[in-house]
């Protein structure tokens, strides 16, 4: 081998070896900090100390907080499981009717963020004020609480919703992607339907499922719109609106709040260490079909039209109902029971939030410009720490690969939590500006970047870039000329989803921001905290209307997958 | 293809020469691509590295090209020294000036046909219509003329190679390497891009190192055929060469020739030996000078220097069995069991030989085998 630095062209390898080493550490600290602050006394370096730990158990809040998480998180991964399985099974595999449409729309969740979910759901299932309340009570002719949003179970039928996508996009492709060959061989060999079902498609899903099942978790238990909105309004304490609350409230206990982050943060390693090895074993489990048949089609028989009724009912409760009900309170001049009249219509919300309140067109500034950047970061970031895994290979880049999924297994609170506390014992760093949010943003999405980048990097031969060079263009032109187009539309998606997601991201940066860097998504929490709705469905209302016009107007030239 | 323009698109070349590359692969070196390789490659000529996967012929082609960095040794292209470990030089694929047609044709999904012809141009300095013009006659040349607009994936397999051919070729560059650029192809159309390189290559010679595992390509197309194996240079010399007088087992085999036959020698003379072997006393010519009458030795016989007859056995014929027959359309192959020895015989001959029928094989008129030195 030759040295470094003998070797022409030897400077990019040198620089993407500087990128990978500072990219790691960059993922890497927010861990350690995390680790260090909450056996510190007080900020990172000052005495060492194991009552914060002990206080996660001891101190009864965080006790109650601790047992709740579990539940909403246990709850909420069940439901979405059995949800999102059910959905992609019924959808893909059986003779339900309107599949195909079904499975889109099982989909439309990932377009809504969650908190028009919670919302929506709040307009929904208030038990006062809420439209279904309201239509039992009339059905009844006396005042009827049907369902009540302010319990557990209120809680984890939205973040249930909430994850059912994410639960059908992983597994979804298995079913879909089954070589008919294999199946028409177990039926032939004498299986019947529901024993191949038994036998051969559900083991063959095996890794997909687990890998659904961890993310769900890691995506529950870090989860903190819904509990630090509906959740705290029904006094029911979960660990990440602990957090937020022993972060800011008096007296603020940080040591306390980093405990809590380090016991999210090592739950969210673990689900992402053993979801990484199921993917990895999930290659064994690849069918290498290619010219196989569509598999055929289960019937239901009687069950088609009930089962039918179920899924469509659900689906809309994900993502069409909500946003219908967020639609209608927005037009409202006030929100309480039988509000829903011609008298009681206005636009005077919308005037008042796009044009009065003084606070959202400075942060949605700051989100647009954030939201551009980080995507922007996160996608030439990812170009760079791709090649580098892919095509040059060595130690140093398997360690890139492993280190560069870390911040999927930390929840965005947590990660709040190492960056702050890291930041704040640096003076005149960035902490208190919009770099920070920045930094966190990028750190925080890395992960999906590579994903998408890397997917679309191996789909390019390498003897299309050695045409380029041997044809006379340096490894610039090659990857100016050849990869960039080439991987343009996998870029493209890639970018829009970052960008969608750091619009309405709010656990990440709860802890980040003050008020002179505050962002859209972060405003939210003060709207709610006013307690007016129709104010609240107005500004989420723009929130994601931001999020989704670049998807709208740039979505048909990118490629939304990462497989 | 127009002969006019053959001369001054594609002219000459330039002679290259490696020497003393190694290089291994795996974590600790393990697989040795290379062992202490050189050859020089004569301007205007084709050179064929013959050999199975994994002989490193693949290697030499990319460590030449710069797509790969050998382990040691030294690369010259024309008077330009492309890669010397010694010296710690080693230029980027870009500056090498060569050409090169890969395997899977390298075409770019993203850019129509004329681009991909105008790519190697694009570093070249020449204007906007210059190019135009050359990228129009390099069409016309490799049979593509007014397709340029057409996409990759609008075009046959051919078609496709020829774009290929065409982007190697036109930034006259000082060498084409070309990577097994047949075998992507089916049977028919292999046979046709065989012979349409056979007469681009005759209308303007150019300097050309050609990969590939099939020797029928190797035969048709090479100045000079080298066989390589495990990293080193088996045999090399004309085609005619390496096919009528192999020097080893391996050669043999490699070319297509099957029947290796155990002899002792028999009487040694200045221009042939003579060799006892099953089937009576053969003429051979080897390349050891060191034999001595009664020793062991092996020759290779070609399938088609054999002939087989029904009948009874006369002079110069050898008694066998038919194991079984291959109509193959315009030969049959016969394969007979001479006194336990499978001998497979390949004939223009009509009659068709029934399984176990007792025949007369006899060696062809005038034939003279190779004799191996292993």
Same mark, same amino acid.
């Given at each position: 081998?030759?040295?470094?630095?003998?070797?022409?062209?030897?400077?990019?390898r040198?620089?993407l070896s500087?990128t990978a080493?500072?990219s790691?550490?960059?993922?890497?600290?927010?861990?350690?900090?995390?680790?260090?602050?909450?056996?510190?006394?007080?900020?990172?370096?000052?005495?060492?100390?194991?009552?914060?730990?002990?206080?996660?158990?001891?101190?009864?809040?965080?006790?109650?907080?601790?047992?709740?998480?579990?539940?909403?998180?246990?709850?909420?991964?069940?439901?979405?499981?059995?949800?999102?399985?059910?959905?992609?099974?019924?959808?893909?595999?059986?003779?339900?009717?309107?599949?195909?449409?079904?499975?889109?729309?099982?989909?439309?969740?990932?377009?809504?963020?969650?908190?028009?979910?919670?919302?929506?759901?709040?307009?929904?299932?208030?038990?006062?004020?809420?439209?279904?309340?309201?239509?039992?009570?009339?059905?009844?002719?006396?005042?009827?609480?049907?369902?009540?949003?302010?319990?557990?179970?209120?809680?984890?039928?939205?973040?249930?919703?909430?994850?059912?996508?994410?639960?059908?996009?992983?597994?979804?492709?298995?079913?879909?992607?089954?070589?008919?060959?294999?199946?028409?061989?177990?039926?032939?060999?004498?299986?019947?339907?529901?024993?191949?079902?038994?036998?051969?498609?559900?083991?063959?899903?095996?890794?997909?499922?687990?890998?659904?099942?961890?993310?769900?978790?890691?995506?529950?238990?870090?989860?903190?719109?819904?509990?630090?909105?509906?959740?705290?309004?029904?006094?029911?304490?979960?660990?990440?609106?602990?957090?937020?609350?022993?972060?800011?409230?008096?007296?603020?206990?940080?040591?306390?709040?980093?405990?809590?982050?380090?016991?999210?943060?090592?739950?969210?390693?673990?689900?992402?260490?053993?979801?990484?090895?199921?993917?990895?074993?999930?290659?064994?489990?690849?069918?290498?079909?290619?010219?196989?048949?569509?598999?055929?089609?289960?019937?239901?028989?009687?069950?088609?039209?009930?089962?039918?009724?179920?899924?469509?009912?659900?689906?809309?409760?994900?993502?069409?109902?909500?946003?219908?009900?967020?639609?209608?309170?927005?037009?409202?001049?006030?929100?309480?029971?039988?509000?829903?009249?011609?008298?009681?219509?206005?636009?005077?919300?919308?005037?008042?939030?796009?044009?009065?309140?003084?606070?959202?067109?400075?942060?949605?500034?700051?989100?647009?410009?954030?939201?551009?950047?980080?995507?922007?970061?996160?996608?030439?970031?990812?170009i760079a720490l791709t090649w580098y895994v892919i095509r040059m290979r060595g130690?140093l880049a398997?360690?890139v690969d492993?280190?560069?999924?870390?911040?999927?297994?930390?929840?965005?609170?947590?990660?709040?939590?190492?960056?702050?506390?890291?930041?704040?014992?640096?003076?005149?760093?960035?902490?208190?500006?919009?770099?920070?949010?920045?930094?966190?943003?990028?750190?925080?999405?890395?992960?999906?970047?590579?994903?998408?980048?890397?997917?679309?990097?191996?789909?390019?031969?390498?003897?299309?870039?050695?045409?380029?060079?041997?044809?006379?263009?340096?490894?610039?032109?090659?990857?100016?000329?050849?990869?960039?187009?080439?991987?343009?539309?996998?870029?493209?998606?890639?970018?829009?989803?970052?960008?969608?997601?750091?619009?309405?991201?709010?656990?990440?940066?709860?802890?980040?921001?003050?008020?002179?860097?505050?962002?859209?998504?972060?405003?939210?929490?003060?709207?709610?905290?006013?307690?007016?709705?129709?104010?609240?469905?107005?500004?989420?209302?723009?929130?994601?209307?931001?999020?989704?016009?670049?998807?709208?107007?740039?979505?048909?030239?990118?490629?939304?997958?990462?497989? | 293809?127009?002969?006019?323009?053959?001369?001054?698109?594609?002219?000459?070349?330039?002679?290259?020469?490696?020497?003393?590359?190694?290089?291994?692969?795996?974590?600790?070196?393990?697989?040795?691509?290379?062992?202490?390789?050189?050859?020089?490659?004569?301007?205007? $000529?084709?050179? /064929?590295? +013959? %050999?199975?996967?994994?002989? *490193? &012929?693949?290697?030499?082609?990319?460590?030449?090209?710069? =797509?790969?960095?050998?382990?040691?040794?030294?690369?010259?292209?024309?008077?330009?020294?492309?890669?010397?470990?010694?010296?710690?030089?080693?230029?980027?694929?870009?500056?090498?000036?060569?050409?090169?047609?890969?395997?899977?044709?390298?075409?770019?999904?993203?850019?129509?046909?004329?681009?991909?012809?105008?790519?190697?141009?694009?570093?070249?300095?020449?204007?906007?219509?210059?190019?135009?013009?050359?990228?129009?006659?390099?069409?016309?040349?490799?049979?593509?003329?007014?397709?340029?607009?057409?996409?990759?994936?609008?075009?046959?397999?051919?078609? $496709?190679?020829? /774009?290929? +051919? %065409?982007?190697?070729?036109? *930034? &006259?560059?000082?060498?084409?390497?070309?990577?097994?650029? =047949?075998?992507?192809?089916?049977?028919?159309?292999?046979?046709?891009?065989?012979?349409?390189?056979?007469?681009?290559?005759?209308?303007?010679?150019?300097?050309?190192?050609?990969?590939?595992?099939?020797?029928?390509?190797?035969?048709?197309?090479?100045?000079?055929?080298?066989?390589?194996?495990?990293?080193?240079?088996?045999?090399?010399?004309?085609?005619?060469?390496?096919?009528?007088?192999?020097?080893?087992?391996?050669?043999?085999?490699?070319?297509?020739?099957?029947?290796?036959?155990?002899?002792?020698?028999?009487?040694?003379?200045?221009?042939?030996?003579?060799?006892?072997?099953?089937?009576?006393?053969?003429?051979?010519? *080897?390349?050891?000078?060191?034999?001595?009458?009664?020793?062991?030795?092996?020759?290779?016989?070609?399938?088609?220097?054999?002939?087989?007859?029904?009948?009874?056995?006369?002079?110069?014929?050898?008694?066998?069995?038919?194991?079984?027959?291959?109509?193959?359309?315009?030969?049959?192959?016969?394969?007979?069991?001479?006194?336990?020895?499978?001998?497979?015989?390949?004939?223009?001959?009509?009659?068709?030989?029934?399984?176990?029928?007792?025949?007369?094989?006899?060696?062809?008129?005038?034939?003279?085998?190779?004799?191996?030195?292993?």
């Open positions: 081998m030759l040295g470094a630095g003998l070797r022409s062209g030897s400077w990019n040198a620089a500087a080493i500072l790691i550490l960059m993922v890497a600290y927010p861990v350690v900090s995390v680790v260090l602050r909450a056996i510190s006394k007080g900020d990172i370096g000052t005495e060492f100390t194991l009552d914060w730990i002990a206080a996660v158990y001891e101190n009864p809040r965080s006790r109650d907080a601790l047992l709740n998480t579990l539940i909403y998180t246990a709850g909420a991964s069940v439901l979405s499981m059995v949800a999102g399985v059910g959905l992609a099974f019924l959808s893909i595999r059986t003779d339900l009717p309107g599949g195909r449409l079904l499975g889109l729309m099982a989909l439309a969740p990932m377009l809504v963020p969650p908190f028009i979910l919670v919302i929506g759901w709040v307009a929904m299932a208030d038990p006062n004020a809420g439209f279904i309340n309201i239509a039992a009570s009339l059905l009844a002719g006396s005042k009827t609480s049907l369902v009540n949003v302010n319990t557990m179970a209120g809680l984890i039928w939205m973040t249930g919703l909430f994850l059912m996508p994410y639960v059908f996009l992983l597994v979804a492709a298995g079913f879909r992607n089954t070589d008919a060959s294999v199946e028409e061989a177990a039926r032939v060999c004498g299986a019947s339907r529901l024993r191949m079902l038994r036998t051969i498609i559900l083991p063959l899903q095996r890794p997909a499922l687990l890998a659904a099942l961890l993310l769900v978790v890691i995506m529950a238990a870090g989860d903190f719109i819904i509990p630090a909105t509906v959740g705290l309004k029904a006094r029911i304490y979960m660990l990440p609106s602990l957090i937020w609350q022993n972060s800011h409230s008096f007296p603020p206990r940080p040591g306390l709040a980093s405990a809590q982050g380090l016991l999210l943060l090592i739950v969210g390693l673990l689900c992402i260490y053993f979801q990484r090895r199921a993917l990895s074993r999930g290659a064994r489990f690849t069918l290498l079909g290619g010219k196989g048949l569509r598999p055929g089609l289960f019937p239901l028989g009687r069950w088609r039209y009930p089962l039918a009724a179920i899924s469509w009912l659900f689906v809309l409760c994900s993502s069409v109902i909500p946003l219908t009900a967020v639609t209608c309170m927005a037009f409202m001049k006030y929100w309480a029971p039988n509000a829903l009249t011609a008298s009681n219509f206005t636009l005077a919300t919308f005037k008042y939030i796009l044009f009065d309140y003084p606070q959202v067109w400075p942060s949605a500034r700051h989100s647009l410009l954030l939201g551009v950047l980080g995507a922007t970061g996160c996608v030439v970031l990812a130690r398997r360690l492993y280190a560069m999924v870390l911040p999927l297994g930390i929840p965005g609170i947590a990660l709040g939590i190492g960056i702050m506390s890291t930041w704040i014992l640096v003076p005149g760093g960035i902490y208190g500006t919009l770099w920070i949010l920045l930094l966190a943003y990028i750190t925080a999405h890395i992960p999906v970047a590579m994903q998408f980048v890397g997917s679309a990097l191996h789909r390019v031969s390498t003897e299309l870039e050695d045409a380029s060079r041997i044809s006379g263009q340096s490894w610039l032109g090659t990857l100016r000329r050849i990869n960039l187009p080439l991987m343009g539309p996998a870029l493209l998606g890639s970018w829009l989803l970052i960008y969608v997601v750091i619009l309405r991201e709010i656990s990440l940066v709860i802890l980040l921001y003050n008020p002179r860097t505050i962002v859209l998504s972060v405003g939210l929490m003060d709207v709610w905290a006013n307690g007016f709705y129709p104010e609240l469905a107005v500004y989420s209302l723009l929130l994601m209307v931001l999020g989704l016009v670049p998807v709208v107007v740039l979505g048909k030239f990118a490629r939304f997958s990462a497989a | 293809m127009t002969s006019t323009t053959a001369t001054e698109l594609a002219a000459g070349g330039a002679g290259l020469s490696v020497s003393g590359l190694s290089k291994t692969y795996g974590q600790r070196g393990e697989i040795r691509a290379l062992d202490d390789f050189s050859l020089t490659f004569p301007a205007g $000529q084709c050179t /064929v590295l +013959l %050999g199975p996967s994994g002989c *490193g &012929k693949t290697t030499v082609l990319r460590s030449i090209a710069g =797509l790969v960095t050998p382990d040691s040794g030294r690369i010259t292209i024309g008077d330009q020294v492309a890669f010397d470990h010694a010296a710690g030089h080693e230029e980027p694929p870009e500056e090498r000036h060569l050409g090169m047609v890969f395997q899977s044709y390298a075409l770019w999904p993203h850019m129509n046909v004329a681009e991909h012809i105008a790519y190697p141009l694009l570093t070249s300095g020449l204007a906007k219509t210059e190019i135009a013009q050359r990228v129009t006659a390099m069409l016309d040349w490799v049979g593509l003329g007014g397709m340029g607009n057409r996409f990759i994936h609008e075009l046959s397999g051919g078609q $496709q190679q020829r /774009v290929s +051919l %065409g982007r190697a070729m036109v *930034g &006259k560059p000082r060498a084409i390497l070309f990577d097994e650029p =047949l075998s992507n192809l089916d049977a028919r159309l292999r046979e046709r891009m065989r012979m349409e390189l056979l007469a681009l290559r005759q209308q303007a010679p150019f300097t050309s190192i050609y990969v590939t595992h099939d020797q029928l390509e190797a035969m048709t197309l090479g100045d000079r055929v080298v066989v390589m194996r495990a990293g080193r240079i088996e045999q090399m010399g004309s085609p005619e060469e390496i096919y009528r007088r192999p020097r080893t087992r391996f050669t043999a085999e490699f070319v297509g020739i099957p029947n290796l036959l155990d002899g002792r020698v028999r009487d040694i003379s200045a221009a042939e030996t003579v060799v006892d072997t099953a089937l009576g006393p053969l003429r051979a010519v *080897g390349w050891r000078r060191d034999r001595q009458t009664g020793t062991r030795c092996t020759v290779a016989v070609r399938p088609t220097l054999l002939g087989v007859s029904r009948g009874t056995v006369g002079a110069g014929q050898t008694e066998g069995h038919v194991i079984r027959t291959a109509f193959q359309g315009s030969s049959s192959v016969v394969l007979v069991d001479v006194a336990g020895a499978q001998l497979v015989i390949e004939t223009l001959a009509e009659e068709r030989h029934e399984a176990s029928t007792p025949v007369a094989v006899q060696p062809a008129q005038g034939a003279v085998f190779a004799l191996l030195d292993d």
